[in-house]
């Protein structure tokens, strides 16, 4: 059964810090998808990763996939307060696409 | 272009009661994913369904629990008899088509069920 880990868990980060969420999952896939979640809304999408070594950058955040090593990473530069929610990773299990699965989430909060 | 719409948005239900949340997908999808969300948990995988068919329903509970897509009107997940362990954010996300999880998966706001 694929399994799929985030961490840390929780993250409390000054503004203008960097960091790094992981993301591990336990057996092969190419697909790796990244969301974001405020309180009470919806999943956003952010990434969508492909390949082994894909990287991707969208304003402060920058995600990238090493499938060897079964991780992802999503990189924050210079958090600001916007920045605040929780982020999931979500794997797409071998020889079935047609479901996705996620991680625990990493909640994020970042102070001035 | 509207995007997956869920509704209600939030439910309220007593022990025992039926709850029916809805789904209509983004124009131009024909298929529908089911999500539960427990507090403080990521999203678990319940159902995978195209118009008129249950491709994958692994994730469903194996009682009280039922969903269908018609080929007219939205996707409808139905609980009979629900518990207080029912409560949880139901999410519904889109796709154009299937065996392509390139594309993204767009997700609804979600209906917040309530079981007192």
């Known amino acids: 059964e694929l399994k799929v880990e985030q961490n840390p868990l929780f993250l409390s980060m000054q503004e203008g810090k960097n960091y790094t969420i992981y993301c591990n999952y336990s057996?092969?896939?190419?697909?790796l998808y990244w969301y974001r979640q405020d309180p009470g809304k919806s999943l956003e999408s952010l990434f969508v990763?492909?390949?082994?070594?894909a990287v991707k950058q969208e304003g402060r955040l920058m995600a990238s996939l090493d499938t060897k090593a079964r991780l992802s990473t999503l990189h924050i530069t210079a958090a600001v307060h916007d920045l605040s929610a929780t982020y999931f990773c979500?794997?797409?299990?071998?020889?079935?696409?047609?479901?996705?699965?996620f991680g625990t989430g990493t909640r994020l909060q970042v102070f001035p | 272009n509207a995007g997956v719409m869920q509704n209600p948005r939030h439910l309220v239900r007593r022990r025992g009661q039926e709850a029916r949340l809805r789904c209509s997908p983004m124009?131009?999808?024909?298929?529908v994913y089911w999500y539960r969300q427990l507090p403080e948990e990521g999203l678990k995988f319940m159902v995978y369904?195209?118009?008129?068919?249950?491709?994958?329903e692994s994730g469903m509970p194996k009682e009280r629990f039922s969903a269908e897509f018609p080929k007219e009107g939205p996707s409808i997940l139905r609980i009979q008899q629900v518990v207080r362990g029912d409560s949880a954010a139901y999410f519904c996300?889109?796709?154009?088509?299937?065996?392509?999880?390139?594309?993204?998966?767009?997700f609804g706001s979600g209906t917040q069920l309530s079981v007192l």
């Open positions: 996300a889109s796709s154009p088509k299937r065996a392509d999880l390139s594309e993204k998966l767009f």
């Open positions: 057996t092969t896939s190419d697909r």
């Open positions: 990763l492909l390949s082994n070594g």
């Open positions: 979500a794997v797409d299990p071998p020889n079935n696409t047609d479901k996705l699965i």
């Open positions: 124009k131009g999808h024909s298929h």
């Open positions: 369904l195209q118009k008129e068919n249950i491709i994958d």
